[in-house]
Nanobody, 114 residues
Framework: VQLQASGGGLVQTGGSLRLSCVVSGTSSSLTNTYWYRQAPGKQRDLVAFITSPGNTNYADSVKGRFTISRDNAKNTVYLQMNSLKPEDTAVYYC?????????WGQGTQVTVSS
């Protein structure tokens, strides 16, 4: 199982980015897929996840601004990020659980300038 995260970059406050997590070696539709983020000097926090049936859940700090979705044909999970704020600056990681372990993508840097 491998996860390839991409789509990060530098954006101004209020801007948008779309992150992608391409999954290989398993089907992302069979399990939950998570997006986390880690700012410098801070712990890695859960941002959003999508379940196998397609239910979604978000951290309070991103509700109404971020949207997680999945394209089963492309085996890819997306994180659409709108109205970005400087506090969204972090490395973003995707994760998928395939028993008995979790698999992580390599991370993609998101920097929001004020």
């Amino acid at each position: 199982v491998q996860l390839q995260a991409s789509g990060g970059g530098l954006v101004q406050t209020g801007g948008s980015l779309r992150l992608s997590c391409v999954v290989s070696g398993t089907s992302s539709s069979l399990t939950n897929t998570y997006w986390y983020r880690q700012a410098p000097g801070k712990q890695r926090d859960l941002v959003a996840f999508i379940t196998s049936p397609g239910n979604t859940n978000y951290a309070d700090s991103v509700k109404g601004r971020f949207t997680i979705s999945r394209d089963n044909a492309k085996n890819t999970v997306y994180l659409q990020m709108n109205s970005l704020k400087p506090e969204d600056t972090a490395v973003y990681y995707c994760r998928i659980d395939v028993s008995p372990r979790a698999y992580w993508g390599q991370g993609t840097q998101v920097t929001v300038s004020s």
